[in-house]
């Protein structure tokens, strides 16, 4: 492709990317095919001469769109916003055609300094504690521009008389017996908070190591290595899970409380039972906005704790960090000034395209110290003036990210961000209220973002039964969690053009596909009465309320088997939203004997794509498996194996983590049929 060429079919991809996100609302949101559909559609080996654009871009609809979910489309409610603006994807032609790779200042100074510039302004943008930030507070703002604005403009004395919150870190790091401290704040721009919570973890290790050290010069690095324990909560991201992994550390999920919140008390205990086994606590990762409901951890509570126990606390903030650009959600970080590092994910909710993840650190040269390794072709006359970012990361090579940063937020200005954030927490709100209006659902956690976590009232495999119908149908995704033993589904605003008939229609099709799931209960349960029977119900005791107290446990009458708990209220209401008559606080007192149904077969089974039942079932999707297990589990396919694993399985006697595991894939495998449609 010479130059020329380069031009028309530059323009053609414009156009192309243009009317695929104009008119993506027309296609299925999640493909229909199975894993190695591509191989067929494929030659087996590479080609000889090269081929003709035309044909390049006409398998891309043949061969690539079937099988791509459509991140963007206005139904598309699963994960977490992929951000995307027609900037931020000019920025990222830009970075590509520039092709450069800014591993240190002399290798691209604009690469280097912009990024250093785009995460001081988001770091003010979102009000972080001014300790985080990239430049001296006292020597770099004064040249930068005329603004007189006293939160980027100030002397030290301003930091000493000023109570804001954010301060409380200056004051520490910048006041060390009456005089001044250099800053040691620093951000980086990673690939996402994953990696952003490794090198957080590497950082604390290398510095626990060092400080042991100290105490003692002849302990080995493997001594102290096998001791270290970092904690979390049961609700954060898998990617801390990861990062002990590949750190070699042991990590604590500990549990939450009512409104699945991490607290103080429950750390410091854990700490305490740790320290009493020899083990040694360095690392605690708190979330803003869980991954599974958009819950908050109490910050101060356990930064108070950090602080004395002097662990590295950070806090991830990958999705709800965005929303602190609005100064009515920043309540929520109250205690961000225990944090050592923080991170969020402007490529979530800042309309920038994948991928870019912001890290700061209090500290860059407790960050520098564990990362940094100096070879020779890589050293430079400017090495002791400048940042050179391959010191602040796991990767050596750079994109230059900060490009669609700069283009994204000129484009748009904080204001225009702020409103994007604010419309789609309005759009969460107008959903929420759809919800509640249909006495057959509950809202679980508080909506206070763009997630709203709900559930249909009963057993968790009728909200499981739903929600493998609605994503089946391609008309909508979205995908489950689990909080406190409770199947829930998650519906995440996303789409950049959302709006709020995009929320009524999207509510129409659950209210839809809910009511045949219902029905098909009903049919299920088949009318006959028993008193005695194991699967019987007390209907009427269990009349659902139209909304759910925000944080509460539900009642054991709500969900907690896996039998089909459907209250009598739900089956005489399922075409349409009801609202009871009485009030919600005051259920009936039973009239009727107790009711139960045999369960017969299915009606209408659908085949549903091996993608759908991968992200949507809970019992289908088990990653955690050693290539032990995995090997071993070739042997369930011999029904005798399998029947004496069951009956080993039952036994008195006590079972290692692997049969434990083995025991579960066999239980699991007796409600699957080959069609890997789960039995009745």
Known sequence: M????????????????????????????????????????????????????????????????????????????????????????????????????GFSWAASPACTELETIMLDWLGR?????????????????????????????????????????????????????????????????????????????????????????????????????????????????????????????????????????LRGKVLEE???????????????????????????????EIGEICRREQLW????????????????????MKGIQYADSFNTNPNKWLLMNFD??????????ALINAMSVDPLYLQHKHAQKA?????????????????????????????????????????????????RKDNRFEIIGDVTLGLVCFRLIGSNKLSQKLLLSLNDSGKIHMVPSMVKELYIIRFAVCSKYATDDDMRVAFDIIQTHANDVIQEYKAMRGGRLSSTSSDSLDLLSKVPPSTSTIGDTPEPTTAVSDETNIPDQILTNSTAAVVPS??????????????TFEKTALINKRPRAMFTRMVSDAKLYLPKRTLSQISRQASLANPRTRKRMQSDANGPRARSSSERYLARTVSILETVNSDGELEE
């Open 2 to 101: 010479d130059t020329d060429e380069f031009r028309l079919r530059g323009k053609e991809m414009i156009d192309y990317i243009a009317d695929y996100l104009t008119n993506i609302s027309q296609r299925r949101v999640t493909p229909e095919v199975e894993p190695g559909y591509l191989r067929p559609m494929l030659p087996k080996n590479a080609p000889d001469e090269s081929e003709s654009w035309n044909d390049i871009m006409k398998d891309v609809e043949i061969a690539i769109m079937p099988g791509i979910t459509h991140w963007q489309h206005p139904r598309f409610h699963a994960y977490f916003p992929a951000g995307n603006s027609y900037p931020s994807i000019l920025g990222e032609m830009l970075s590509a055609g520039l092709g450069i790779v």
């Open 125 to 261: 943008m979102m009000a972080l504690p001014r300790v985080f930030l990239p430049f001296d507070i006292n020597r770099d703002y004064k040249d930068s521009d005329d603004e007189t604005n006293s939160d980027t403009d100030y002397e030290l004395s301003d930091v000493d008389n000023d109570d804001d919150v954010s301060d409380v870190a200056v004051k520490d790091e910048l006041i060390i017996n009456g005089k001044k401290n250099r800053h040691k704040g620093g951000g980086v721009l990673l690939g996402s908070a994953s990696e952003c919570v490794l090198v957080a973890m590497l950082c604390a290790r290398a510095k626990k190591i060092a400080s042991k050290r100290l105490t003692d010069p002849l302990i080995e690095d493997g001594q102290v290595l096998s001791k270290l324990v970092a904690y979390t909560s049961k609700l954060a991201h898998s990617c801390v899970e990861k990062a002990g992994l590949i750190a070699v550390i042991k990590v604590r999920q500990l549990y939450v409380d009512e409104h699945y919140s």
């Open 270 to 300: 854990s700490i305490r039972v740790d320290k009493e086994k020899g083990l040694i606590p360095f690392f605690v990762s708190g979330t803003l906005g869980t991954t599974s409901c958009c819950s908050y951890d109490n910050l101060e």
């Open 313 to 332: 606390f950070h806090v991830d903030g990958a999705y709800a960090g965005s929303a602190f650009i609005c100064e009515e959600f920043r309540y929520l």
């Open 356 to 365: 870019c993840s912001c890290f700061w650190v209090r500290d860059k040269f």
């Open 387 to 435: 940042v050179d970012y391959r010191h602040w990361g796991v990767a050596l090579s750079r994109r230059f990210r900060a490009l669609k940063l700069w283009f994204t937020i000129r484009s748009y200005g904080v204001t225009g961000l702020r409103h994007y954030v604010r419309e789609h927490c309005r759009l969460a709100k107008v959903f929420e209220v759809l919800i």
């Open 582 to 595: 009485v009030p919600q606080q005051q259920p009936l007192t039973p009239t009727k004997p107790k009711v």
